[in-house]
């Protein structure tokens, strides 16, 4: 168990974990979504291997935020009965999957954080931390490998999936800031050796962006006003309607065990 | 668990005094009498071995339909995944769909070991030509429908499946027992999710009755009509393609399924339903084969809308694919004005 | 599947096993999509494993056991695929 590792009696630390737990899941929600309408039988299988894989880093996640939280809230409790306004992931990911190049470009652009993030993670002083990003830095470069191939097919491929891919830049490029935004949280995480500070992992994401882009045939927009406000609460529309879904039955049946 | 003991000899005598060769020219019938032969020896045939033309037919009719089934019986159960009520309920879910759409792989690959291409075998399944299950014509309407279709549909799936992992056929068999391993994880999981709920609160029972209210007879269905009735079966034996009557089959379920129903304390919907002391078996009321006949031919719940939805990812999914190969086309050509040497890409990949 | 997406048969050494073993095949546009398929639908994830995917149409067979089988070419392609198969025109019920 480890010691508080920030002045604010471990706060900084839940919010952390909620953020990366938040994020996880809502991802994998969303690429759940594509079950029976992938466009291959083999692509069905590749989606599904990812929602499971993130899936598998939400969960611990989330546990060891009720954790270190200590009022009893374990990892379902908080994936199913906090509203949108406290939940803590990145826009990016709740949005919506849109057609399969929104969704693979969606996918692409966070991998290619996750990537980053989880190698760093590697040596967190929070050893829960260190011990899911062990596994987790496996999984995404196997993301970032399937994702970043399909950009590649996608924008290098068709005149119509060409377009269809500059059209998910243009939608998806301004939820990219976020990736790369520190605020207090972020501070007191990184001054406690928990996690990297996240503006630190944008060089590395930026070169991998621009490589797949240049392979892709896309520009990297120079657009540079950026969406923000997911890590703190404030969510787009979108996230309501997909915890509407996900939290329908221990809403509707409270007290019950699945 | 509930598949062992269920592995046992071969069922009811053929018809001895039909001689197929008598229809045949000499050399036809000599073959056709060495192809019965490795049959009845329990030899497997592979695909460039030789084989009636019927007997390939029949198998890529039948191997076809089983893999359509795996891939329609995603939609239903895929219904629920977005509100699976626990992360570990979700995650079992995902993976059961998945290993759904393996299955239809690993089948659809079967079959065009046959002569069949996956791309006949798409287009028949979105064209509405082919059958599937019946039992994936049906709604799934509460959470409790995740547990009975894992416990009652994958059930009745594993009766069929366990003997076909020695069908006569090598692909066939082979595809069948890497199902069979991935399927006990399926039904298990569905019967604890009953489980759980007749273990819950009063409207999670309610929710697990009703369930099995509505699935038992359609799950009772999937065996098809006895094989007195049925038009396939007396070949389809003597070649170890179908190595139980569908009679068999539906009994063993029953005998099987009644008591783990108990042990749910959930009742049987059918009022006819009784231990018969001198056979050891348990005696079903009337099946309602006009409702069956019915979902087979296109009235069912469900039918215009799982077509409809498959329809839809085949078509939605066309550019995709087609930009797949546009890429693949580019790189090639790149390769090949930048390596004039080079005989095209590399024809296998390997990963230590 | 359209026409360019070719079929690979697939190869998988599970960790503890010796050598690879034909586990089955996959459609693909490209040798790097094969083996990303063949990963995901043999292996499911696991790790260490080694997977080889080879275009089908370059495997080369030897003949069936059997050499008076009537309506097979000396086979030298795995499947039955049509294009790989001639039936004499006056075979009834094919």
Redesign the interface.
Known sequence: MTASTSPDDGQSLVDYLLRLGDTTLVLSHRLSEWVGAAPTLEEEIALANVALDLLGQAQPLLARAGEVEGLGRDADALAYLRDAWDYRNLLLVEQPNGDFAHTMLRQFLFDSYAVELWSRLATSTDATLAGIAGKAVKESAYHVGHSGEWVIRLGDGTTESARRTRDAVADLWEFTGELFATDAVDEAIAASGVAPLASELEPAWRDRVDAVFADAGLEVPTRQWMQSGGKQGRHTEHLGHVLAEMQFLPRAYPGSTW | MYTQGLDEAPGPDVDESFDPASLLPD??A??EL?FQARIDAEDRI?????MP??Y?RTLIRQIAQHAHSE?IG??PE?NW???A???????VL??K??DE??H???L??AA????V???EL?DQLVSGEVKYSSIFNYPTLT?ADMGAVGWLVDGAAIMNQIPLCRCSYGPYAR?MV?VCKEESFHQRQGYELML?LSR??P??QAMAQDALNRWWWPAIMMFGPSDADSVHSAKTMRWKIKRFSNDELRQKFVDVTVPQAEYLGLTVPDPDLRFNDETGHYDIGPIDWDEFFAVVRGDGPCNRQRLA?RR??HE????????????????QERQQSSEPAATG???????? | MTPGWPLWEVFVRSRNGLAHKHVGSVHAVDATMALTNARDVYTRRSEGTSIWVVPSAAITASDPADKDALFDPAGDKIYRHPTFYDIPADVKNI
Do not use: C, F
Request: proline letters at 4%; hydrophobic letters at 40%; charged letters at 25%.
């Open positions: 050399d036809e000599n073959a060495r592979e695909p460039t071995d030789w033309a019927e390939r891939v995603m939609q895929g995944i977005t509100r009520p626990s992360l570990r309920r979700k995650a995902i993976a769909v998945q759409a393996g239809g792989l690993y659809y690959g065009e070991t046959l002569g291409s996956r791309e798409v959470w595809a890497r759980t819950g609160t409207q999670q939805t839809a990812a939605n999914g066309a550019w995709v694919r087609a930009a797949a190969e546009a890429h693949a086309r580019k790189q890409p590399a024809a296998a990949g390997q990963v230590a």
